[in-house]
């Protein structure tokens, strides 16, 4: 069976042009030209045919509370939002710390709609203590170990894990990616928003956005130190930003990446004392807003990321501090960005689709530009046509949105995983 | 009068709160003070409404506060506190707060260790409201019997210089009273160490001092909060010790205020920490009044809140010839 996408401009790292595209049995793009038609014909008129997107980080909850979400589940948004891979995170329950967890989620993945892309944990259980069988987990593939939900704390140790990750390039056939989520704990304790003016007056405890940037600070000079790739996950703080510019400007190998909420959101939201816009690191100021947007116009953020984390209606149904941390984000991602982020579709789709998949390790089948031989990998969004978010209406079992109601831009009409039509007309398949 | 506060059908906060709401309430307050004198302080104004307590925060002086105020108003009271309830059981905010209105009631007081829980609530019931401490962000009854006590013993808080002094980092109460006290004309000055001050008072119309001695000659009220022993642990104060000589109100100190100046405390006080309790007993102390303020106020705003339909005059409030027995 062939699919033709018909009609669209293709945006990609190339540049842009109008031409129809041919998918073959073999899930790659069969030719690129004028006129095509095949088995299925997809109307891509008025839309643009981009590379799929890759979002580094995403929590599917399975195993441990498919209550909250799937990795089915979370596919399904996934590939709605024009994603075709998605990093999933290893705070799972139980962690994935081990060859066994990995090839449950790997197993699970290869059902859904989404290329699934599993990390693992830098220590056993994520408890900080001693480093996971990262060599027995690179032989399985994996490429990147975070402990994401909280930092690493303990620098010997955290020294440690990446003097031991250098040795595992050769077996992985690429540097490993330690992904860091920077917080120091003992700092942020007790705090549920961001530290500022807004937390003074809604009596909320706060966490001093100095609770970031210290880890930022002295992973950035553990680097120096060892090496090792650090990735910063969801850069929240104009400090951070700053620092990620200096290390990236001495030539260090590190990389990051900012979520669309914090570009788009800020701590003001918190008034409405709804734990909807709780979330770890918290939104933060305009100014730090601004930092990131800048970050990422510049060159300082490799990737726009989800941290795409479910919780059920019922447990964010509590006063804010004590609700979980966490917001959807795969279905608004792409939309956010158009209208938010400041930067025209190719930088975009840089920070969407290839700069992730890089990071990710799957640059050879994600984000690759639309010419024949690739895989087809592929979504096609009409950039003009207006939706209006509801979580209700979500792929997600939960529905915690902090955009619920806000109209936006940009709507995926298809999108194809490995030349499968997965999502045909707005309406996800299977 | 208090026009906002009827029309929100709840008290959730000062904050948002106008001079006219503020000095309505006020108004009113004088009638059920008046109530509370007779020798049977009871009248039918809410009789048949239900006023029911929900209480996940130890405090039996509030709780009782708002329970006379309801009995006095001839409403019918329950109470939840969280040990007696199945809040321990994973039982959502939202689930325990429906069910309570399933009950019946008409309005739901609500202690929280948490900042916000009563404006969570208020979106899911259709019961009045009233927030009766919300972790360190409000506590508006308090400001309110605060600001009532003020005024019956000072007059117009307009132009009056009060300074509020300790843990205001973690206080509801000194959050609620700097909105109403500076809604009310008053110029507030905070007094405590660096550690004990909110993160940011950006926008808070207040001054900042780290020394009480150079502050109290000039105060017309002089607000003492509560002070923890916990926040020794959280690195906030060395020693109780070094609070009490740094902060707290003892014979000296209270010689500096002046003769018509007032002591407030919230209450209950720590004997030899926020002040001694020589100076407890100072003809200036008005704690005691605080106290049976609390409940003039809170059965006025039980009145204001649960007695829609009734010309909300002081007037209209039932005479002794309606008086139950």
């Given at each position: 069976?062939?699919?033709?996408l018909?009609?669209?401009r ?10 129809d ?6 899930g790659?793009?069969?030719s ?14 008025g ?10 980080h ?11 979400e ?10 709605l ?27 699970l ?14 220590t ?37 894990i ?20 920077c ?59 700053a620092?990620?510019?200096?290390a ?31 979330v ?7 100014d730090?807003?601004a930092a ?14 989800t ?8 447990s ?44 990710a ?26 939706w209006?978010?509801?979580g ?8 915690n ?5 806000r ?24 | ?24 309430i ?33 405090s ?10 309801a ?10 506190t ?5 809040l ?10 429906e069910?309570?209105?399933s ?6 007081v609500?202690?929280?260790g ?5 404006h ?39 132009g ?24 009310l ?43 923890q ?10 020693s109780?010790?070094?609070?009490a000589?740094?902060?707290?109100l003892?014979?000296?100190r ?5 003769a ?16 001694t ?13 605080q106290v ?8 006025a705003?039980?009145f ?7 010309d909300?005059t002081p ?11």
């Open positions: 069976m062939t699919v033709v018909r009609g669209g293709v945006v990609d790292s190339h540049g842009e042009r109008e031409v595209v041919e998918i073959g049995d073999d790659r793009i069969a690129v030209g004028d006129d095509l038609s095949g088995d299925v014909n997809l109307d891509a008129s839309c643009v045919v981009v590379p799929g997107f890759v979002d580094l995403v929590h599917l909850r399975e195993p441990g509370q498919e209550d909250a799937t990795i089915s589940s979370g596919a399904r948004g996934g590939a939002g024009g994603f075709t891979a998605l990093v999933a995170m290893p705070n799972t329950d139980p962690t994935t710390d081990c060859a066994a967890v990995v090839e449950q989620v790997r197993r993945g290869e059902r859904s709609l989404c290329e699934i892309v599993p990390t693992a944990a830098m056993v259980g994520r408890r900080g203590v001693d480093m996971s069988p990262m060599g027995e987990l690179v032989d399985m593939g994996v490429g990147i170990f975070t402990d994401d939900g909280s930092g690493l704390q303990d620098p010997r140790l955290m020294r440690r990446m003097e031991y990750s250098t040795g595992l390039t050769a077996r992985l056939g690429r540097p490993v990616v330690l992904a860091q989520h917080e120091v704990a003992e700092l942020s304790a007790g705090g549920f928003m961001h530290e500022g003016a807004w937390s003074s007056r809604l009596g909320i405890p706060g966490q001093p956005a100095e609770a970031e940037e210290l880890m930022v600070m002295r992973d950035i000079a553990l680097v120096r130190l060892t090496g090792a790739h650090m990735h910063f996950q969801h850069l929240s703080t104009a400090s951070s930003v620092m990620v510019r200096g990236k400007a001495a030539g260090l190998p590190v990389t990051a990446e900012a979520t669309t909420h914090h570009f788009t959101l800020t701590d003001a939201a918190c008034a409405s004392y709804d734990p909807v816009f709780k770890h690191p918290p939104l933060r100021t305009d730090d807003v990131v947007r800048k970050g990422l116009a510049d060159g300082t953020i490799d990737a726009i990321a941290d795409h984390a479910p919780h059920t209606d019922h964010k149904e509590q006063p804010f501090d004590s609700a979980p941390p966490g917001m959807l984000g795969l279905e608004t991602a792409f939309s956010l960005a158009l209208e938010e982020s400041g930067l025209d579709l190719p930088g975009i789709l840089a920070l969407m689709s290839w700069q992730p998949a890089a990071i390790g799957i640059g050879d089948r994600h984000g690759t530009p639309v010419v024949a031989g690739n895989h087809a990998n592929l979504c096609v969004i009409d950039l003009d046509e207006t209006t978010v509801s209700r209406a979500m792929a997600s079992p939960s529905s949105t902090p955009y619920e109601g109209t936006l831009r940009g709507r995926v009409r298809h999108t194809l995983s490995a030349g499968e039509p997965v999502v045909v007309d707005g309406e996800a398949r299977g | 009068m208090s026009t906002a506060v009827v029309a929100s059908r709840h008290l959730l906060g000062v904050d948002g709160m106008s001079r006219q709401d503020l000095e309505g006020l108004d009113l307050t004088d009638t059920f003070a008046e109530i509370g004198r007779r020798p049977i302080p009871k009248v039918p104004a809410l009789r048949g409404r239900t006023v029911a307590s929900l209480f996940f925060e130890d039996t002086r509030t709780r009782l506060s708002f329970e006379t105020a009995r006095r108003l001839s409403a019918d009271t329950m109470t939840f969280a040990g007696s309830s199945s321990s059981k994973g039982e959502s905010l939202r689930d325990t707060v069910v309570i209105g009950y019946g009631a008409d309005a739901i609500v202690r929280h948490m900042a916000g829980t009563a969570r609530l208020a979106g899911w019931t259709d019961a009045c409201v009233i927030n009766a401490g919300d972790g360190c962000h409000e506590h508006p009854t308090q400001a309110l019997l605060d600001c009532y006590t003020l005024r019956e013993k000072r007059g117009d808080l307009d009056m210089r009060i300074g509020i002094v300790g843990d205001i980092r973690n206080s509801r109460v000194a959050r609620s009273n700097v909105l109403a006290f500076s809604l004309g008053a110029e507030v000055v905070l007094v405590a160490p660096p550690t004990l001050l909110p993160p940011s008072i950006e926008g808070w119309p207040v001054t900042v001092s780290h020394d009480l001695d150079s502050v109290l000659p000039d105060l017309d009220a002089c607000y003492l909060l509560r002070m022993r916990e926040r020794i642990g959280e690195g906030l104060i060395p109780i010790r070094e609070y000589a740094d902060y707290g003892d014979a000296r209270a010689a500096m205020l002046p018509d100046a007032v002591i407030l405390h919230p209450g209950p006080t720590n004997p030899g920490v926020e002040l309790t020589e100076v407890a007993t100072d003809p200036r102390s008005v704690i005691l009044d049976s303020n609390g409940v003039s106020v809170r059965m705003v039980l204001l809140l649960l007695g829609s339909g009734l909300l007037d209209s409030v039932p005479s002794d010839g309606e008086v139950v027995r």
